[in-house]
């Protein structure tokens, strides 16, 4: 079984993570779709709130294969995660140039780290290239129109938030 480690923050999941996501699973067998917790970082939602919305996102709106996809919070190596797991694949999404530079040095340190895990690149479509978590939650957050960004649970999580 090919698996593969999927880390991010998702905060929250857009379309361009599921773009991702669905590219993935035609490339392996099992996806871990792992968000973050760290304590230095300003988050919009809790752990238990991006899970709650990965999980909603793929599973109750999309429909997804829930055999296919495990959702954890993480605070660990990518690295440490993939020896959990038995993933040999770490999945790494890409909108634009400017996010290469970052990926290609993230992807060089894992390597170093283990050189038995691969990472690969994978871009959303070109729809959704543009879509980042942080201009979302700036138009949400302006009461601008986030639907073509993202999937009915999250933008009932956006707009509860908001409230």
């Known amino acids: 079984m090919r698996t593969a480690i999927y880390p991010g923050t998702f905060d929250p999941i857009t379309n361009g993570h599921i773009d991702v996501i669905r590219k993935s699973l035609k490339i392996v ?4 779709v792992a968000t973050t917790i760290n304590i230095h970082k300003d988050y919009f ?3 238990d709130e991006r899970i709650t919305i990965i999980k909603n996102s793929l599973f109750k709106d999309l429909k997804l294969n829930k055999k296919k996809i495990i959702v954890i919070p993480f605070e660990t190596l990518t690295i ?7 993933a040999s694949i770490i999945i790494r999404g890409l909108r634009a140039v400017s996010d ?3 990926e290609f040095q993230l992807a060089g340190m894992n390597k170093k780290l283990d050189n ?13 290239q ?3 978590s942080k201009f979302v939650k700036e138009i949400a957050k302006l ?4 639907n073509k960004f993202l999937t009915r649970s999250a933008i009932k999580a956006i707009r509860n938030k908001l409230k």
Do not use: A, H, P, W
């Open 116 to 128: 038995k895990i691969e990472t690969i690149f994978l871009m959303s479509d070109v729809e959704n």
């Open 80 to 86: 440490q995660l993939c020896k959990k797991f038995k």
């Open 143 to 146: 009461n601008g129109n986030v």
């Open 45 to 47: 939602f809790s752990i």
């Open 130 to 132: 543009i879509i980042s």
């Open 29 to 32: 067998d099992r996806l871990v």
């Open 100 to 102: 290469f530079e970052y």
